[in-house]
Nanobody, 114 residues
Framework: QVQLVESGGGLVQAGGSLRLSCVAS????????MGWYRQAPGKQRELVAG???????DYVDSVKGRFTISRDNAKNTVYLQMNSLKPEDTAVYYC????????WGQGTQVTVSS
């Protein structure tokens, strides 16, 4: 069964850190580039970080220097380390393949208080 399960979100004060995890099942994880996306209330979902199957990474400008994406192919897991969090980072965070997205998971809520 194809499934993405995100976890690790929560409520944190501005300047704090969180580490998100996403476990994928039903796909050949090691072959796929993966990304972390977020959707804030009233806004469209946006891609914030991506990682190729070879480990190359890229980030949207607003999170560069603060967020780090990584992957563990043995665990079918992609991570997002988020540091120096800002209130504008508040959103539901999702992971998915960068190409040919599969069914979205439930996401994990990140709330950053000022």
């Amino acid at each position: 069964q194809v499934q993405l399960v995100e976890s690790g979100g929560g409520l944190v004060q501005a300047g704090g850190s969180l580490r998100l995890s996403c476990v994928a099942s039903g796909i050949i994880f090691s072959r796929d580039a993966m990304g972390w996306y977020r959707q804030a209330p009233g806004k469209q979902r946006e891609l914030v970080a991506g990682i190729t199957r070879g480990g190359s990474t890229d980030y949207v400008d607003s999170v560069k220097g603060r967020f780090t994406i990584s992957r563990d192919n043995a665990k079918n897991t992609v991570y997002l380390q988020m540091n120096s969090l800002k209130p504008e980072d508040t959103a539901v965070y999702y992971c998915n393949k960068l190409a040919a997205a599969i069914r979205w998971g439930q996401g994990t809520q990140v709330t950053v208080s000022s």
